[in-house]
């Protein structure tokens, strides 16, 4: 019998995710469907009922529902707990479980397929809402030398590093929360843009030299050429959009449903052939 899966969001018609997973279902042998569903603005709650009576084992949640999911589920991986958000759920008859797999697709992308490590190295991660939030402790667990997180409002950055304090979990890495103003003679080797400036077509206020040398500009967003993606390119920086990281944080999800970890970079590499 084949077993259902869901990616929920609003809007959801652009959304890769039913790709990807026929992409790993028919590499892995795993007999699955998966679909897209678009929840009312005010129905996330009625539309996880819904695919939990209709027999769904579980569902991927993207924007704007992540914080939703958080606050719905019963029960929270460790890595959900530290991001305050979910973007996978796995539906039992008693539990919805919520994970959130973004920081580790981020991290394993970096990792794996840029071959870039993080370990000692000097890391901007640029914004402080729920997609920074939602990387910051597996980027923390690479132990870079400094993380820095950057942001429009300061008092969100300072909430951020607040956090990591509290839980006393990276005592050994330097955490530190900045204004936009603060960057000035600052370089980094990985610049990771986390907000949703692209969407607008505007520049974040960065420095010119804010790239170190053989630096890598990251940017979450992917199926774009981003403002943040050509002032790091015009500034001598390796540049990288978030194709690899939605990849990654799928495997991982599809990992955590069917216990089999599918392969990526074929999947990556797929994308990229049909985008050129």
């Avoid at 305050?84 to 919805?96: C, K, Y």
């Avoid at 402080?128 to 409002?153: C, D, F, K, M, S």
């Avoid at 969407?199 to 992917?222: H, K, N, Q, T, V």
Wanted: zero cysteines; a negative charge; charged letters at 20%.
């Amino acid at each position: 019998m084949t077993d259902r899966y869901a990616v929920i969001g609003n809007p959801i018609a652009h959304s890769k995710s039913p790709l990807i997973h026929a992409a790993f279902a028919a590499q892995t042998g795993q007999d699955i469907q998966y679909d897209r569903v678009l929840a009312p603005l005010d129905g996330f709650a009625a539309t996880v009922a819904s695919l939990r009576e209709n027999g769904f084992r579980g569902a991927n949640v993207t924007v704007p529902f992540k914080l939703e999911a958080f606050n719905l589920a019963n029960r929270l991986t460790e890595r959900a707990s530290d991001a305050g958000a979910v973007n996978t759920l796995l539906f039992s008859e008693q539990d919805i479980v919520g994970d959130n797999t973004d920081g580790v697709g981020l991290v394993r992308d970096i990792l794996n397929n840029l071959g870039v490590t993080v370990a000692g190295k000097r890391v901007l991660l640029v914004g402080a809402g729920g997609a920074a939030e939602g990387v910051l402790h597996p980027l923390l667990e690479q132990q870079p030398a400094l993380l820095v997180i950057a942001n429009r409002t300061l008092d969100k950055a300072l909430s951020m590093v607040k956090k990591v304090e509290e839980q006393g979990d990276f005592r050994f890495v330097s955490v530190n929360a900045y204004a936009f103003e603060d960057l000035q003679g600052q370089a980094f080797d990985i610049v990771i843009n986390a907000t949703s400036a692209g969407l607008s077509d505007s520049r974040l206020p960065l420095p010119e030299d804010i790239f170190a040398p053989g630096a890598l500009a990251y940017d979450m967003m992917y199926g774009r050429d981003t403002p943040f993606m050509q002032f790091a390119r015009a500034h001598g920086a390796r540049v990288a959009d978030g194709l690899g990281m939605l990849v990654e944080q799928a495997a991982e999800a599809f990992f955590l449903w069917r216990g089999v970890r599918p392969e990526t970079a074929p999947v990556i590499r797929s994308f990229k052939v049909s985008a050129s």
